[in-house]
């Protein structure tokens, strides 16, 4: 299994004010999943950006104590950490911006800022937040110009989908209000709230984006393997790629994809004992993490499933598996499980969380203006993932 790979040369270096990211490969932000334990191992795979849960703006300003330990880089984030924010309020989220940016909450100042407008959870979008929230496209402008003048030299990025539903489309405005308050880049995802994970992303509207803005359009949507990226370059016009779901279970996906980016048709197919390497290795950076073996291992066991579609294994070490307690007992597991090859049939299925589309839950009254600038009450109270 080969995880040093050339430099990206097939698709340019994507460039974030002074910020460079190459291979154009960011890790997208996942609640309960792209914490310090997994951003570190997909950067031992491979270059690129790797940004932290999703931070809610209200949380860090009240400087609630989870919140606080959220927004803390690990030691080899020194010079790329990337903060993903969730909020509606302007001012909010000019604070929290300044907040890290002055390095007032963390130990390292930020070198990427993110601003999450694309989640499409109810709990969230019935508040005004995540992807309802670019329809009301006055109090997007102003949210995200707050950012960046918050943020001075770091720069702020916006993400998004497609709109609330087919007949309420908002990504060509959010993507032209974002660049004109000075958004250094912009992630679209390929489907509309509504559609949460369901179905299949659609990427006309991505490259019908790329044709609108200047500022670089990146693509999130059903990228299963390194090929899926390459194809969504090709299609579309993107600057680079943002992979969420993909990477359950397979944090050498950012490996895959240095390689296709620079143009090598070397792929990743680790089979069982190496497979079993590096779940261990999750594990352990988990227990460093969280500083408690059980509770590390606890955290751990959401993982169990991802690594291990596919590939045979029983019942009973499936069940044991996802209720290990120890390191130990989990290479013990892991050691009695017979080598086998990596499953093929697997790739380029989905992974991670699948829904079915549903009507989006939106505040009474939220469609009717458009150009109302204010903020949807209690919204940024909320803690949630995107």
Same mark, same amino acid.
């Given at each position: $299994?080969?995880?040093?790979?050339?430099? %990206? !040369? %097939?698709?340019? %270096? #994507?460039?974030? *004010?002074? #910020? !460079?990211?190459?291979?154009?490969? /960011?890790? =997208?932000? $996942?609640?309960? @999943? !792209?914490?310090? =334990? +997994?951003? !570190?191992?997909?950067?031992? +795979? *491979?270059?690129?950006?790797? /940004?932290? &849960?999703? @931070?809610?703006?209200? =949380?860090? /300003?009240?400087?609630? &104590?989870?919140?606080?330990? $959220? /927004?803390?880089a690990t030691t080899d984030e020194a010079d790329a950490f990337s903060v993903q924010l969730y909020g509606v309020d302007p001012a909010t989220v000019g604070r929290a911006v300044s907040m890290l940016v002055d390095e007032q909450v963390a130990g390292t100042r930020p070198a990427h800022i993110d601003l999450n407008f694309g989640c499409p959870v109810p709990k969230v979008t019935r508040k005004g937040g995540g992807s309802a929230l670019p329809w009301r496209r006055v109090l997007f402008g102003n949210i995200v110009r707050a950012a960046v003048q918050a943020a001075g030299d770091v720069p702020v990025t916006v993400k998004t989908r497609i709109g609330i539903d087919p007949e309420h489309t908002t990504y060509l405005d959010a993507g032209r209000i974002a660049q004109d308050a000075g958004a250094a880049a912009i992630t679209l995802h390929g489907r509309t709230a509504d559609q949460l994970y369901s179905g299949t992303a659609d990427w006309a509207p991505i490259a019908r984006l790329v044709e609108t803005v200047d500022i670089p359009v990146l693509g999130n949507g059903d990228l299963w393997e390194a090929d899926d990226a390459l194809r969504m370059v090709a299609e579309t016009g993107c600057a680079g790629v943002v992979v969420g779901r993909g990477c359950l279970g397979r944090p050498w996906l950012f490996a895959d994809l240095a390689a296709a980016f620079a143009g090598s048709t070397q792929r990743t197919l680790p089979d069982f004992r190496q497979v079993a390497a590096v779940m261990h290795r999750h594990a352990t950076l988990l227990v460093a993490e969280h500083g408690e073996e059980a509770y590390g291992c606890a955290d751990f066991r959401k993982h169990v499933a991802w690594y291990l579609k596919g590939f045979a294994v029983g019942s009973d070490t499936r069940r044991a598996l996802a209720m290990v307690s120890s390191l130990d007992e989990l290479a013990e597991l892991l050691a009695g499980i017979e080598d086998q090859p990596y499953p093929q049939t697997v790739l380029g299925e989905p992974r991670g969380r699948t829904t079915s589309a549903r009507p989006v839950s939106l505040p009474e009254g939220w469609l009717d203006d458009r150009d109302d600038p204010r903020p949807p009450a209690g919204a940024e109270l909320l803690v949630g993932g995107g």
């Open positions: $299994m080969t995880s040093t790979l050339e430099r %990206a !040369t %097939a698709l340019p %270096a #994507l460039q974030l *004010g002074k #910020l !460079t990211v190459d291979p154009a490969v /960011v890790l =997208a932000p $996942m609640a309960g @999943i !792209t914490g310090p =334990a +997994f951003r !570190t191992l997909c950067r031992e +795979f *491979g270059a690129g950006l790797y /940004v932290c &849960e999703m @931070i809610t703006t209200r =949380a860090l /300003v009240e400087r609630n &104590e989870k919140t606080l330990r $959220m /927004v803390q």
